[in-house]
């Protein structure tokens, strides 16, 4: 299960300073990868999990409570925040 998670922003970012690695692009991936995450942890949980153990995993559940726990608030939360901070969005 642990495999099927994208890195965190603590794991993926420090390890990348201390290693003297580009931590901007770390910053991005890390980003990208838990956004992507979002669709790719429920389809990764039924393939790899559910069928070599031999369990029905709720796909479309897990899908659904992770777009509304995570995507949802995120998007909501930046259209807001352009229109209460409209100059620091622009900046």
């Keep these: 299960m642990f495999c099927c998670m994208p890195t965190t922003l603590s794991s ?3 390890l990348t300073q201390l290693a003297g690695g580009n931590s901007a692009l770390a910053l991005a991936m890390t980003v990208i990868s838990n956004l ?4 790719f942890v429920p389809l990764s949980l039924a ?4 069928t070599g153990a031999g369990v029905s995993l709720p796909t479309k559940e897990l899908f659904r409570s992770l777009v509304n726990t995570l ?7 930046k259209f807001r925040a ?3 901070f409209p100059a620091l969005v622009q900046a």
């Design 36 to 39: 992507l995450g979002i669709m």
């Design 12 to 14: 993926g970012v420090t």
């Design 47 to 50: 393939k790899y999990i559910g």
């Design 82 to 84: 352009m229109q209460i």
């Design 71 to 77: 995507l949802v608030p995120l998007i909501l939360g």
